[in-house]
């Protein structure tokens, strides 16, 4: 397998209402991420997206974006994992070009959730049969990992504040964040309107339109496109079982673990090389179960680094760097691929005063569903 690098990156503002379509949105991204490269060198486009068939009345979205954006007869394809789109995007772009099947990839992430309420259409990553009749959504299933959680370890229902307040801090640097001007205290979160009891609504991500790339080639070749090539080292994706209720223990993310641990070994280090993690906090709960299942904290004291700041700049391991889910928000499909610019950019130096101080690996982890499908990807800053 050849060594893979990403050598351009696209991405608009995050917001809660574009006025232009998925397709508009995609070629932009396209386009920046690009940059001066010939067109006619692009071998593969693969575009990531959720809710475009119920809210946009449109399927073959990789096929249209590919053909607007001036790529027609490429081969395009949608790749889907729900909540995780984005990542599974990527992970088929980095597998593409690492096999040897095409030499410069694109993974795209597209998504406009404001065009209805997609509540009904998130839901249909739970089981259609025996768990969206019952009324469970992504939201029900997320307010219930955090109400074992708080039970578990008798804290109170305010402990998960700080991940908020940390993303939203962040944020306020990012001008591709859709809080970038709003800033919340831990006073104010814990006191913000109940969504699904215990979540509030400051504990989630907000519904919102986005786009984003990256252009993928072979480490090998970097050079020709960029001065500032980052490696993607290590890509993984493992599953639980389908249904949170048939998990042994629903607090314990099994897939995160498996996922983290294949993609330390393939990229031969160990997690304390890792200087910075870009997770999937949807939920206040699951960026802190996520750091728990990664390792950076033993079981029911994730909420620990949150409320210590060890999640910060400046902290032991920081999150969100540039805002995260919660505060940049999460046009789904776009997400991981959000992500994927702001490693990036700290991987370049490129971060402004959300800068780490000289980091060397990231890891990204996403979500599928309420943890049934979880990707690790890990990046190095390429010399």
Known sequence: MRRVAIVGTGQVAVRKQYDRGLRELGVVVVKQALGETDKRR??????????????????????LVADEAGLAGIEAIQVRAATAAG?????VAHLAVASGAVDLALAVGVEKMSDQVPTAALAKALDARSEV?????????????MALYLQEYGLPPDALAPFSVNAHRNAQHNPHAMFRDRQFTAEQVAQSRLIY???????????????AAVLLAPLSDAQQYTSYPVEIIASSATTDRFRMSDRPNPLRLEAAIDSTQKALRQADIKLQDVDFFELHDAFSIMACLLLEASGFAVPGQGWELAANDEIGINGSIPIATMGGLKARGHPIGATALYQSCEIVQQLTGKAGQNQLDEPRVAMLQSVGGAGTTILTHLFSGAS
Do not use: F, I, W
């Not at 009891?197 to 786009?211: E, I, K, M, N, Q």
């Open 42 to 63: 692009v071998e593969a486009l693969y575009l990531s997206n959720m809710l475009s068939d119920e809210l946009q009345a449109q399927k073959h979205l990789a096929a």
């Open 87 to 91: 990542a599974a995007a990527l992970r």
């Open 133 to 145: 009749p019952d009324g469970k959504t992504l939201l029900s299933q997320n307010a219930l990992l």
């Open 197 to 211: 009891p215990p979540l509030r609504l400051l504990d989630c991500s907000p519904v919102s339109d986005g786009a």
